[in-house]
Each structure stands twice: as structure tokens, then as C-alpha cells.
């Protein structure tokens, strides 16, 4: 079954980098550590901020990443005082070398999922991208995450250097028996900036043709082999009313200087929304992102025509021929 899942005023979404720090350098990385802080929060720190998003007159969802989470000495309890504060759900993105023993340190009843990525259905694209050994060493905490009784998620961050082996994907992960599949659009933010500014004729992001001829089927393939799989929309069809997630939902981003977004493509820029300022939520200035998000342009997103407006085709009327959607709303195709 296919679902177009729609913003929701019933929950909040809280995605936490606790660090920048990461022992890789991916080519796509969206870590930007001049505008998101090198230092690690400490524990008492990032407990105190989960505080802060908690809501619990709706389902409050915490993913937490960095950099690389599990770097963190402090994680395990990060996770045990999530649970206590009452998150219902927690999810730990990793790049799956799975640092400080960490699954030995929690168990599966205190977290949801973890999400490894994966950006090549083989070592030679994975790693191309991600660095040598990377494919080894993330199947392998794969396998050891799932032995150990963890739900475990992919995320694949789809671009023209990995598109090729996207519907490799299915089968590789129903023989290591992940649940869940998040194909990615990538971001032209962060490394993918620098990456893109050098490639002369290829762009990272697949155009609408590619991206709808490839991405819906292997999403259906892969539930159709049992894994359950989101993507996003990235373009309206003709009648689809463009809604922006800043405007009608709870996402946060937080970042270890302190910086709170509520739309990531706004992360490589000083436009967040809010500032952590001695533990208290203090809204920033005018200008911020919030008040692009009221904007109505054609094009549909504002900050993607600002940011990575390649995506967008246009007519010889000069007016585009479809509509970005908020880079929040997603395809969801269950088994
Ligand atoms: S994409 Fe993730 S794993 Fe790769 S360098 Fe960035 S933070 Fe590290
Ligand atoms: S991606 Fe665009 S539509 Fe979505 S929250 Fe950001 S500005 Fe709004």
C-alpha cells in the first residue's frame, strides 16, 4: 500500500546532533561544522535540551545523530533519560562501526531502531562515497545490531554517483533482514556543495524523469520483499497542494552550538528559527527561516530554489513545469 504521509499537529520530531565529530568524511556529509559547532554536548547538556522538545500532549520522536552518535561516550544514557523524560520513540542514526560498545550498552526495548547508512549496494559505489572498508564494516554492524534483538533501518542517500545500484537495495536487505528502507534525496549542502561546485555536467540530484522512473519501483520491490520504505516526494503532480512543514508541523533540528532549525535545508546558513541560550529556547532575529516559509513562489519551496534550485524545470513561458514539495513530505509504501 502507497501513502502519501502528510504533516501531522500530532507529534513532534526531534532530530539532535549531539556531536559534529565523525571518524569518516563522506563526500556528501551535510555537516557543517562552521555553522553547527565542533565540540560534543556534554551528557548533562544534552539531557537538559531533550527537555526542552519534549511534548507530552503529542508523540514526541527523537532521532539522534551527529557526526557519528555513537562516538559519544555519554550515549547510553542519553537514551535512558529520553525514555524517562518520555519520548515514545528513539532512533540512533549511525554509520555503523557502532563505537563504545553501544550495543551492549542499551537494549532493544529503549530503542526503536537503529538506522545505518548505506550508499552503494557494493563495497566499490558504497565506499567510493563513504570511504574504504565503510560497506564492511556497516553490514557487518548490520548483522550484529539484528543478532542482538535491534530493529534495524537503511537510509540510502540517493545522487548520480549511487542511483545505478539503488534497485540492487531490496534484495540485499531482506537477506540481512532490515525492516525499514528510507531512500534519500541528497541535499546540495554541507560537502555536496563543494562536491557539486567541481563536477563539470553531472548533477548530484537526479532529474524528475530519473528520479520518478527509478525511485518509486525499487520502493515497491522493496515492500514487496516485506521491508517497509520511505521516500520523498520532491515533485508535486499537477493538483498536489504544496504545504511547507515549517508552517503546520513540529520538526527540530538541533545542533551542538546551540542552533535549532525547523527546515534543514536552511543548515548550511545562520537562518535558524530559534537559539539554545543557557538552556532556555530563545527565538532568533528577523531575518530567520520562518519567515521564508510563509512565502508562496510558483516553484513551490522557497529555501530549495534558493539553495539547490537545479531540480527545478522550466517552460518556455519561463514558468516552472511542476512544483517542489517540502523536502519533509514522504512517500510511504508498506508490505
Ligand atoms: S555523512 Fe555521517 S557518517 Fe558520513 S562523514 Fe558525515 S556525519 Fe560522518
Ligand atoms: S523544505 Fe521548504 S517547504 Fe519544507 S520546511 Fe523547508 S522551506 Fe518549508
Not at 49 to 77: C, D, M, R, V, Y
Not at 185 to 200: F, P, T
Not at 234 to 245: N, Q
Not at 265 to 290: F, Q, W
Request: charged residues 20%.
Amino acid at each position: 500500500m502507497q501513502k502519501t504521509v502528510s504533516f501531522t499537529r500530532n507529534s513532534v520530531n526531534v532530530f539532535f546532533h549531539i556531536l559534529t565529530r565523525c571518524n569518516l568524511r563522506c563526500r556528501h556529509c551535510y555537516i557543517n561544522p562552521g555553522q553547527h559547532g565542533q565540540a560534543d554536548l556534554d551528557t548533562d547538556t544534552v539531557v537538559d535540551w531533550l527537555s526542552l522538545f519534549h511534548q507530552s500532549a503529542k508523540k514526541s520522536n527523537l532521532i539522534l545523530l551527529g557526526g557519528e552518535p555513537t562516538l559519544h561516550p555519554g550515549l547510553p544514557e542519553i537514551v535512558k533519560a529520553a525514555r524517562r523524560i518520555g519520548y515514545d520513540s528513539v532512533t540512533i542514526d549511525t554509520n555503523g562501526y557502532l563505537f563504545n560498545d553501544i550495543l551492549d550498552k542499551v537494549r532493544p526495548a529503549e530503542v526503536d531502531y537503529f538506522s545505518f547508512s548505506l550508499d552503494g549496494a557494493t563495497p566499490e559505489t558504497n565506499d567510493r562515497i563513504r570511504g574504504a572498508g565503510c560497506y564492511a564494516r556497516c553490514t557487518e554492524g548490520i548483522r550484529k545490531a539484528i543478532a542482538g534483538g535491534f530493529a534495524v533501518s537503511v537510509i540510502y542517500t540517493v545522487s548520480s554517483e549511487n542511483a545505478h545500484e539503488l534497485p540492487l537495495m531490496p534484495p540485499l536487505l531482506k537477506g540481512l533482514g532490515v525492516r525499514r528502507f528510507f531512500i534519500q534525496v541528497i541535499g546540495i549542502r554541507g560537502r555536496s556543495a563543494e562536491v557539486e561546485s567541481h563536477l563539470a555536467e553531472k548533477p548530484l540530484q537526479l532529474t524528475k524523469t530519473r528520479w520518478e522512473s527509478l525511485v518509486p519501483p525499487v520502493a515497491r520491490q522493496a515492500a514487496d520483499a516485506g521491508i517497509a520504505t520511505i521516500y520523498p516526494k520532491v515533485f508535486l503532480a499537477p493538483g498536489e497542494t504544496f504545504e511547507c512543514a515549517g508552517n503546520v508541523a513540529d520538526n527540530y533540528f538541533i545542533f551542538p552550538n546551540g542552533r535549532v532549525y525547523r527546515c534543514p535545508l536552511c543548515e548550511d546558513y545562520p537562518l535558524h528559527a530559534m537559539t539554545i541560550v543557557s538552556d532556555r529556547l530563545v527565538r532568533t532575529g528577523k531575518i530567520n527561516e520562518a519567515d521564508l516559509f510563509t512565502l508562496s513562489i510558483p516553484e513551490g519551496c522557497v529555501i530549495n530554489k534558493l539553495v539547490q534550485g537545479g531540480n527545478i524545470e522550466y517552460g518556455e513561458n519561463g514558468e516552472p513545469r511542476y512544483q517542489i514539495a517540502c523536502c519533509l513530505l514522504k512517500e510511504e509504501v508498506s508490505p
